[in-house]
């Protein structure tokens, strides 16, 4: 079975540019989350999508949005790139109902905000 | 989310046993205890995880104090590729939410 993959791996932006990533969970798992990881802050939750609907939101401003497909594939949009911003995204999609909340994250993708 | 508590850093040698400790005193008695790794340049793994009884799998082993307060994961035999940042998570599964919280996580090096 194909783990969790994200693209793009790799991405530079100027500051107040806009970014989307994308996330495709394992087939057959509903709920993906996301998570920003940074040298000072490490990982934080971003927000958690399941059946299209944002179930959890973290503690981040209004620029960083998602969404969810029918297809469980997940974007997040950042807009209004700040230096701030630069960092590793992270995915993690997660069988729902599977009682221990395994979560199976992606290799991220790296945006750097010029 | 309750806290938990992790050394910032921790040896070991190749082959020999690791105790990575977690103290979570504030632990709520629908808490599960999670334990995740992360590779140097890749996302974190799941490890391991329980409520109140000891559990082990291929990966490690999870001893669960008594009292719920503390735990420890247990590598068996430590290679170089057990070289991470190890997290130590408390997830309430009732509260439905699949939030993970993490901590700074107690980085192990192996020592060839």
């Known amino acids: 079975k194909a783990g969790v993959t994200q693209t793009p791996r790799y991405l530079i932006k100027t500051r107040g540019q806009q970014v989307t990533l994308s996330c495709s969970p394992i087939?057959?798992?509903?709920?993906v989350s996301w998570y920003q990881q940074t040298p000072g802050q490490g990982l934080q939750f971003l927000f958690e999508?399941?059946?299209?609907?944002?179930?959890n939101k973290g503690n981040f401003p209004g620029r960083f949005s998602g969404r969810q497909f029918s297809n469980s594939r997940s974007e997040m949009n950042v807009s209004t790139l700040e230096l701030g911003d630069s960092a590793l995204y992270l995915c993690a999609s997660s069988l729902v109902g599977s009682g221990n909340n395994e979560q199976f994250f992606g290799p991220g993708t790296r945006l750097t905000v010029l | 989310d309750a806290k938990t508590t992790q050394p910032n850093s921790m040896e070991s040698n190749e082959e020999e046993p690791v105790h990575l400790p977690c103290n979570h005193s504030?632990?709520?008695?629908?808490?599960?205890i999670h334990w995740y790794r992360q590779l140097p340049s890749q996302g974190p793994e799941y490890v391991i995880h329980?409520?109140?009884s000891n559990v082990n799998n291929r990966m490690a082993s999870l001893a669960i104090a008594e009292d719920r307060k503390s735990s420890t994961l247990i590598l068996h035999r430590a290679t170089l590729r057990d070289a991470a940042v190890y997290y130590c998570i408390l997830i309430n599964l009732g509260a439905g939410s699949y939030q993970l919280t993490f901590g700074k996580g107690t980085k192990l090096s192996v020592i060839p």
């Open positions: 087939s057959g798992h509903r709920s």
């Open positions: 329980g409520l109140t």
């Open positions: 999508y399941f059946s299209e609907t944002q179930r």
């Open positions: 504030t632990i709520s008695g629908t808490d599960y």
